[in-house]
Every structure is written in C-alpha cells, then in structure tokens.
C-alpha cells in the first residue's frame, strides 16, 4: 500500500531521518515540527497513518491524537514516546492511538508497526490469517483449522479487531471505543465477557496453542 503518512516530530534529525526511511518504503511522506502545524496538515492532506510525538512545543501530544481521532477517527496513529511508564502508554492508548513506540527505536521495527498499521487500513477484504485461524470478511467465515465457527455479530467484530491488530496490545477502552463505539452504558467488564466467549469457542482445543492472551494490566492480546 502506497500510504500517505504525516510524521509530527519536533527533533528535526528524528523527523527527517522516519520521513527518509518511510519515503524509502514508497509512501508518500508530510512532515511538521509542531502540534498545530501537523492539526493543519492532517486536514488539508487526509493522512492514512500519522508518527506523533508526544513531547511538542506548542501542545502536548495527547491533545493533538485527540484532535486527529475527532477530525479523522480512521486515520492510523502511531505514537513515538520517550516515557516509558505503564501509566503513560495506557494514557496514551486510551486517549486513542492505535499503537506506540518507544524511543529510541529500531528502524526495522518502526517500518514494520507502520506496516502492521496500514494493513488495517487496507484489508477490509482481505483473508486475515493468525496460526491456523482464519476469518474472511467477505463471506463472515471463521474457522480454526479445517473446523467452522459460530459467532454472534459481536464476537465477530471483536475477533475481527483483534485480527487486524495481531500482536498488538488492545485495552479495554480500545475495545469499547471500536465495538461498543464508547457507548456509556457499556463498562469494561462487557469486554472480559465478550473475550471469554470467544476464547470458548476458539481457544477450546487444549491441544493447540492458545491465541487470546492477557495482558495483566493492559487488556488482551492475538498473538500465536
């Protein structure tokens, strides 16, 4: 996928050395030094995916992946942040970024979460694919190997979040926000519910791995 990435870093060395590495992958790359600057930018260029930086002169990086999520609630954010504390990556997540990264990173690394973002942009008909499970958008089927499925509309749309996000931590909030649209009758526990039937029913074989994992802390992860 040919994207269009903004990158919103205010270290002028780490913003062009993500625009080099990501023009390199054939996106199309904007840039901004400041929150403002990358707000104006993201309304005039409608980006698939932005790199934020948390620590901006002008205004904090929560405020600005807010802003994005409220102008562009599709738009990909992955966050670059130097704090590390639990506290703060649950902060960052609930306010809703979709992924983030600490600095400093591994270029690798930061090409393939970019990557892993841009796939849930582009493969709503696609064959999504962890271990030997299987869902297919187009006709709704899931199957764990060669054994077919049943999932009620619910189930279906969470395994198909955590399917377009394998290897990803996903809260709580996260959850709520993309199945439950944030609905405020839904509380969180709704969610350790919901994660329960689908563990039921696609982690009920005990001689198969297990792909629905907690995340002690966090909420869940897909991941073989």
């Given at each position: 996928m040919n994207a269009i990435i903004l990158v919103i870093e205010d270290e002028k060395d780490i913003r062009d050395f993500v625009a080099k590495l990501l023009i390199d992958q054939g996106h199309t790359v904007y840039t901004a030094g400041k929150g403002i600057e990358g707000l104006d930018l993201v309304e005039k260029v409608s980006p698939d995916l932005v790199v934020l930086d948390?620590?901006?002169?002008?205004?904090?990086?929560?405020?600005?992946?807010?802003?994005?999520k409220d102008m562009r609630p599709e738009t990909q954010v992955l966050m670059l942040t130097a704090r590390d504390?639990?506290?703060?990556?649950?902060?960052?997540?609930?306010?809703?970024?979709?992924?983030?990264?600490?600095?400093?990173?591994?270029?690798?690394?930061?090409?393939?979460?970019?990557?892993?973002?841009?796939?849930?942009?582009?493969?709503?008909?696609?064959m999504?694919?962890?271990?030997?499970?299987?869902?297919?958008?187009?006709?709704?089927?899931v199957k764990r190997g060669e054994e077919s499925i049943d999932l009620s509309p619910q189930e279906y749309k969470l395994l198909h979040y955590f399917m377009t996000n394998p290897n990803q931590v996903l809260t709580r909030e996260m959850i709520?926000?993309?199945?439950?649209?944030?609905?405020?009758e839904i509380e969180t526990r709704v969610v350790d519910v919901y994660v329960g039937y689908l563990r039921?029913?696609?982690?009920?074989?005990?001689?198969?791995?297990?792909?629905?994992?907690?995340?002690?802390?966090?909420?869940?992860?897909?991941?073989?």
């Open positions: 948390l620590n901006l002169p002008d205004i904090d990086g929560e405020s600005v992946c807010e802003r994005i504390t639990s506290r703060d990556l649950a902060r960052g997540l609930n306010l809703g970024a979709d992924d983030y990264m600490t600095k400093p990173f591994e270029p690798e690394v930061l090409k393939a979460r970019v990557h892993a973002r841009l796939r849930t942009v582009d493969s709503d008909d696609e999504l694919q962890v271990g030997d499970l299987t869902l297919d958008p187009k006709t709704h089927e709520i926000a993309r199945i439950w649209e944030s609905s405020p039921k029913k696609i982690d009920k074989d005990d001689n198969k791995p297990k792909l629905i994992h907690s995340v002690r802390g966090f909420g869940y992860m897909l991941k073989e």
